[in-house]
C-alpha cells in the first residue's frame, strides 16, 4: 500500500547532540511536510517543500533544518536538540490537488 | 491571518450516541477546502471527512458528517452511533488552495461504555 513511512517511531537522544529524523513516501507527491506535534496540542508546521523548494516558517528555530534529496524521502534535522525540542514530529506529504495530508505515524523524540 | 478555532477543548458520549464537535474559521478566501482529522492516542492521524468550499452539499462518509456554513465559517462534524473505537483527538483543519494546512486545537472526544 502506497504510504508515508516514518523512522524511527521512537527516538531518545542527549542534550545538544545532533538528530536526524527520516520519512518516506510512495504516493509520489510533490509536497512534503514537517509538523512538532507537543502533547496535546495542535501540529505546528516548521518547514515544508514543494517539489525541491523549501518553505522555512517564519518561527522556526535555526535549530531545526531540513533536507529532500528526491521526491520519496525527507529528512528533519536537529543540530543541538534541547528539552524544549522532545515533541512528537509528523511528516505528511500532499499532491497539489488539495486532498488533505496523509500522515506518517510520527517520531516521539525524547531529549535526556 | 487565517485561524480555525475549536471552542470544545473536551466532549463526551455515550456509545451508540450522536456527538458534534465544532469548528469556526477566519478567512478572506472565497475557494478553499476543509477538514477534519482523527488522532487515536499515540496512533496516525488519519482523515475522516473533507468539505470543498464550493460545494453546497455537506460531505457524509459514513457515521461521519459535517454541517458546512459557508456564510457564518462554521465546519462542525457530527458522529452518529457513536463506538468506542471514536475516542481519539479531533483536529478540524483549513485549506487555501495549495498552502499548508492550518489546523485548530484539537477536541479530546471520550466515548463511554
Known amino acids: 500500500d502506497a504510504m508515508v513511512i516514518q523512522n524511527p517511531r521512537y527516538q531518545v537522544t542527549q542534550f545538544g547532540k545532533p538528530v536526524t529524523l527520516s520519512c518516506s513516501q510512495t504516493l509520489n507527491h510533490n509536497v512534503m511536510y514537517w509538523y512538532q506535534q507537543k502533547s496535546s496540542q495542535a501540529p505546528k508546521l516548521l518547514f515544508h517543500?514543494?517539489?525541491?523548494?523549501?518553505?522555512n516558517e517564519a518561527d522556526t528555530p535555526d535549530n531545526f533544518q531540513s533536507r529532500r534529496p528526491n521526491t520519496s524521502f525527507c529528512f528533519l534535522d536537529i543540530r543541538s536538540p534541547g528539552l524544549g525540542d522532545a515533541a512528537m514530529y509528523l511528516c505528511?506529504?500532499?499532491?497539489?490537488?488539495?486532498?488533505?495530508?496523509?500522515f506518517g505515524s510520527g517520531t516521539r523524540l525524547t531529549v535526556v | 491571518a487565517q485561524t480555525v478555532t475549536q471552542s470544545q477543548p473536551e466532549m463526551s458520549v455515550q456509545e451508540a450516541e450522536t456527538v458534534t464537535l465544532s469548528c469556526t474559521y477566519d478567512t478572506s478566501e472565497s475557494d478553499y477546502y476543509l477538514f477534519w482529522y482523527k488522532q487515536p492516542p499515540s496512533r496516525q492521524m488519519i482523515l475522516v471527512i473533507r468539505?470543498?468550499?464550493?460545494?453546497?452539499q455537506n460531505a457524509t462518509e459514513n457515521r461521519f458528517s459535517v454541517n458546512f456554513q459557508k456564510a457564518a465559517k462554521s465546519f462542525s462534524l457530527k458522529i452518529s452511533d457513536s463506538q468506542l473505537g471514536d475516542a481519539a483527538m479531533y483536529f478540524c483543519a483549513y485549506r487555501p488552495g495549495n498552502t499548508p494546512l492550518v489546523f485548530g486545537k484539537g477536541t479530546r472526544l471520550s466515548v463511554i461504555a
Open positions: 505528511a506529504t500532499s499532491a497539489y490537488a488539495n486532498y488533505g495530508y496523509t
Open positions: 517543500y514543494y517539489d525541491k523548494d523549501f518553505n
Open positions: 468539505q470543498e468550499a464550493y460545494k453546497q
